[in-house]
């Protein structure tokens, strides 16, 4: 069993997901920020693989992905860096389908494998295209396919997502790019509090859009947990010590 | 039609619709209303009186006398240049603000190069009375600044886009974001075959009317179609009603810009490779890692690292043949229509006339040229390329 698997059996609920983008703030900086991310306490890690043109995303992680693009990141050193992370937190591995597809599907999902990468978040791979050309492969190599469900996603939808999944669904917690609302997330949010009863068989962890410990707590009160992805790449931003800055960040959204 | 989309929205390996979950329904609505709105007799008849009283088609279909003389050959220019706002673009964005309208999206989107989309997206929106927003790339508001004026007058908000390049692509992906922030109303209007299934099929059935125009204005049919291809609105339009003619030959012209064995070119066929951009299958001008190479041409209509997938599929089953010329090349044919015709062409169109040059011809070759867009908006290149 993967170890995101055991964590997502062991853990039901409160679960915190913390995405950083390989190569920000500095080139080698992810080992660092995963280890640091782990010893405060983070339940898993989603790995931004950085992309020219990434169309879901909001401008911190637009602005990212060029800075690290700038910096000279590369898919075979990020799964250099990967294997200097601690084995011990579990890895989703965020990008978009054209850096996977130039790559060649087959050798990212051998390489993912070998470095203990147990999902994969594609938003823009098209399920059917999934169903038919890559379902066998992603499970020949342990990977869970992670797919985006958003408060439009039709009932027949949701159910074939949910039939696809292995680990967990990943709720966006309005239809939005990332990091795009401003005011935090509503108590009264019909979309969070119904979550529960889609009668999903995975845990639904709810991503965008979080960015107070006020919005986290939301979302593990209504899902499993949350993913925080823009609050904490703006946070790292201007930090001097990324190692320093995660256990900080960390501390701040869990008001721990 | 044997190059039509297929059921899954692919042109045999390309094309397709990979788009995050959150345009999903959008595209599910458009895809699953766009022909019956096409096909609807309604549709048809506010469209084609639009286009005559208001476009001013059927656009002429010119014989070129002393171009010509000087190639020996029957040379004929499609004036698509004569259209309202100066350019092909509006055959797509009429036939999609009335598709907007039919599916109740009161916002319009736009990305726009040359401008030329942005203009003709911004006169049908004000026709309609229609909110419009175009994206642009912060580097072509700067070297178009007449359209972008236009823009503004005709009642559209022009959003700087300094993303990437601060080219089309990058107005392409603003765009794109815009309509996953806003998608319950709003319609994206894309300006070239290119994005997610339906749209390449979408902008190809209302480019279609070109080449349908020059099947009815030729005596026989032509021995060649000549277009430029940025995404290939304007190609596909020019060649659609003869892709099964199979004796004519078609020839898309890519944006060499100062040479294929440069860095600073946007001919995608001629260096590009398989895969996703802006949500469809095709070739694409990218790293060994799959990061999109920005592209270098003079006309920012054609600055595009990607091309639609018809192309693409085009390319590969060698119904269509992909050449490219230089900036320089360009300039000089579009030179050579102002001094031998009178007529000043866009850039994009120029890439096409300079294509006259690469070819061998009989004196009984009966070449169409479309001439896509008018050069108004590339005076102020064209008068330092002379200085």
């Known amino acids: 069993m993967s170890t995101l698997k055991k964590v ?249 | 039609m044997k190059y039509d989309v297929n059921e899954q929205g692919f042109y045999g390996d390309f094309g397709g619709a990979f788009i995050p979950e959150m345009l999903y329904p959008n595209i599910q609505e458009l895809k699953s209303s766009y022909r019956k709105i096409l096909n609807d007799d309604a549709f048809k008849k506010e469209l084609a009186s639009l286009l005559k009283d208001y476009v001013g088609r059927p656009t002429p279909l010119y014989f070129a006398k002393r171009l010509s003389e000087h190639y020996g050959a029957n040379i004929y220019l499609k004036r698509e240049d004569l259209c309202h706002t100066g350019a092909h673009k509006i055959n797509n964005t009429l036939g999609q603000v009335l598709l907007a309208q039919r599916l109740n999206k009161s916002r319009i989107i736009a990305e726009t190069g040359a401008g030329q989309h942005g203009v003709a997206t911004a006169t049908a929106c004000a026709l309609m009375g229609l909110e419009c927003i175009v994206y642009m790339g912060a580097k072509d508001i700067e070297r178009q600044a007449p359209n972008v004026s236009r823009m503004k007058m005709l009642g559209a908000e022009v959003r700087s886009v300094h993303s990437g390049s601060k080219t089309l692509k990058d107005a392409t992906n603003e765009a794109i974001r815009d309509w996953i922030n806003n998608q319950e109303d709003t319609h994206y209007i894309i300006g070239s075959v290119v994005g997610p299934d339906p749209y390449p099929d979408l902008v190809t059935q209302l480019q279609a009317i070109i080449s349908e125009e020059i099947k009815k204005q030729m005596d026989g049919l032509p021995t060649h179609v000549v277009a430029c291809v940025g995404g290939g609105s304007n190609a596909i339009g020019a060649f659609y009603h003869f892709l099964e003619d199979e004796t004519v030959k078609l020839i898309g012209v890519e944006a060499g810009g100062l040479g294929i064995k440069t860095d600073k070119s946007a001919a995608t066929l001629a260096l590009g490779s398989r895969g996703v951009l802006h949500a469809s299958m095709s070739y694409l001008m990218q790293t060994s890692d799959g990061q999109v190479i920005e592209p270098h041409s003079i006309s920012a209509g054609l600055d595009y690292p990607g091309i639609g997938p018809l192309h693409a599929h085009l390319h590969d089953c060698k119904r269509v043949l992909y050449s490219n010329v230089t900036d320089q090349e360009a300039l000089e044919a579009a030179n050579r229509l102002m001094q031998l015709e009178g007529i000043i062409p866009a850039l994009e169109s120029s890439h096409a006339l300079a294509y006259l040059e690469k070819m061998t011809f009989n004196s009984t070759d009966k070449i169409v040229i479309n001439l896509s867009g008018r050069g108004d908006k590339d005076m102020s290149t064209y008068i330092n390329a002379a200085t």
Request: glycine fraction near 8%; hydrophobic fraction near 35%.
């Open chain 1, 8 to 256: 997502l059996e062991t853990k039901k609920e409160g679960l915190l997901n913390i995405y950083c983008t390989a190569g920000y703030p500095e080139l080698n900086d992810l080992p660092t920020i995963v280890n640091a991310l782990h010893d405060a306490g983070v339940d898993m890690v989603e790995i931004g693989i950085p992309y020219s043109d990434p169309i879901a995303d909001g401008e911190t992680i637009q602005k990212s992905n060029a800075v690290a693009l700038k910096n000279g990141i590369t898919i075979d050193l990020i799964f250099e860096q990967l294997k200097e992370c601690t084995p011990d937190i579990p890895k989703v591995v965020m990008t978009y389908f054209n850096p996977v597809f130039k790559y060649g599907l087959e050798h990212f999902c051998q390489q993912c494998q070998k470095v203990g990468v147990d999902g994969i978040i594609i938003p823009d791979l098209p399920i059917g295209l999934y169903q038919a050309s890559y379902e066998e492969m992603f499970k020949n190599y342990g990977l869970s396919p992670i797919f985006l469900i958003t408060p439009q996603t039709s009932k027949d939808r949701l159910q074939l997502i949910d039939d696809l999944s292995s680990a967990f669904i990943y709720a966006v917690s309005s239809s939005s790019t990332t990091g795009k609302a401003t005011g935090g997330l509503s108590d009264g949010n019909t979309y969070l509090s119904g979550l529960k009863d889609l009668g999903l068989k995975h845990p639904i962890l709810v991503g965008f859009n979080i960015s107070t410990s006020d919005d986290l707590a939301l979302v593990q009160k209504h899902a499993h947990g949350g993913i925080i992805g823009s609050e904490f790449i703006k946070y790292l931003s201007d930090k001097p010590s990324p190692e320093v800055a995660a256990q900080q960040f960390v501390k701040e959204i869990t008001k721990g």
